[in-house]
Nanobody, 127 residues
Framework: QVQLVESGGGLVQPGGSLDLFCAASYFTFSSYSMGWFRQAPGKEREFVAAITFNGGSTYYADSVKGRFTISRDNAKNTVYLQMNSLKPEDTAVYYC????????????????????WGQGTQVTVSS
């Protein structure tokens, strides 16, 4: 059974940085694009960033472009999200997810295209 485990969340002051990690197991990680999503209290889940299976392409939501960086290490079955210049509106539970289609060459930001999800990690940006 596919397993995705996020870590690295926590409390950070506005303007600070935080790195998130998502460790994958029990599937061929290197064959699937990966995405990060987030959900704030009372709001719908929203796309944050995605990366192709080979790491060749990335895509970001406008709200995080220039501040967040998604990357992956296929040898370690891990996808990362580096978050800089954090704002209070970045506060949310962050989830990593695996694309439902193997070796998709185009990136997708629709949550329905991802069929395996982690349990989430809380990120709180507050002074």
């Amino acid at each position: 059974q596919v397993q995705l485990v996020e870590s690295g969340g926590g409390l950070v002051q506005p303007g600070g940085s935080l790195d998130l990690f998502c460790a994958a197991s029990y599937f061929t990680f290197s064959s699937y694009s990966m995405g990060w999503f987030r959900q704030a209290p009372g709001k719908e889940r929203e796309f944050v960033a995605a990366i192709t299976f080979n790491g060749g392409s990335t895509y970001y939501a406008d709200s995080v472009k220039g501040r967040f960086t998604i990357s992956r290490d296929n040898a370690k079955n891990t996808v990362y999200l580096q978050m800089n210049s954090l704002k209070p509106e970045d506060t949310a539970v962050y989830y990593c997810a695996a694309d439902s289609r193997i070796r998709r060459r185009s990136l997708v930001f629709n949550a329905e295209e991802y069929n395996n999800w982690g349990q989430g990690t809380q990120v709180t940006v507050s002074s």
